[in-house]
């Protein structure tokens, strides 16, 4: 039988517990069955910045800008698998690949799955080119993920 006392320090533990480790865990928000939410027109930087077979996070945005040797896209940064926030995730140059740190799903560059268990690809954006070199990503307009602007010289 517990006592006040100890029962109130049993629930502070567990509860610091709880915490804790709600904090070390990658941002999902397995609710939402990995579906990308449309936001609206973001700047994703300039294109100087953003050299072939590169894919970098849009900042205050859940997306991706890339370039390939086909031009410029965009996808969102929400895993397909639980819609962990694949920004927080591994991001590397040398496989081109992106791997969700919430449960492993590998994706190419491209958004295509790679290894599950996501089973399917990100979900791709309009993206404009400035002839200042300024990239803007339409969150709101889904392209198909084979959709690339060009980029001039």
């Known amino acids: 039988m517990f006592n006040d006392l100890s029962r109130r320090h049993f629930l502070q533990v567990l509860a610091a517990g709880a915490a804790t480790s709600a904090g070390a865990l990658p941002a999902c928000s397995s609710g939402d069955n990995g579906q990308s939410e449309g936001f609206g027109d973001v700047t994703a930087g300039n294109i100087s910045a953003l050299a072939v ?3 970098k996070a849009v900042p205050g945005a859940p997306a991706f800008v890339g370039r390939d040797s086909n031009g410029l896209y965009a996808m969102t940064t929400t895993c397909t698998h639980q819609g962990c926030d694949l ?9 081109h690949t ?3 740190g ?3 799903s590998v994706f190419t560059f491209s958004g295509d799955v790679q290894t599950g268990p996501a089973t399917r690809p990100l979900t791709h954006f309009k993206v404009d080119l400035a002839t ?3 990239i803007t990503v339409h969150g709101g307009t ?3 993920s084979t959709m690339r602007t060009p980029v001039a010289g």
């Open 53 to 55: 077979d590169q894919v």
């Open 98 to 100: 992106i791997t969700c």
């Open 102 to 104: 919430c449960h492993s």
């Open 132 to 134: 200042d070199g300024t």
């Open 142 to 144: 889904t392209v198909d």
């Open 87 to 95: 920004a927080a995730g591994t991001i590397s140059t040398s496989n």
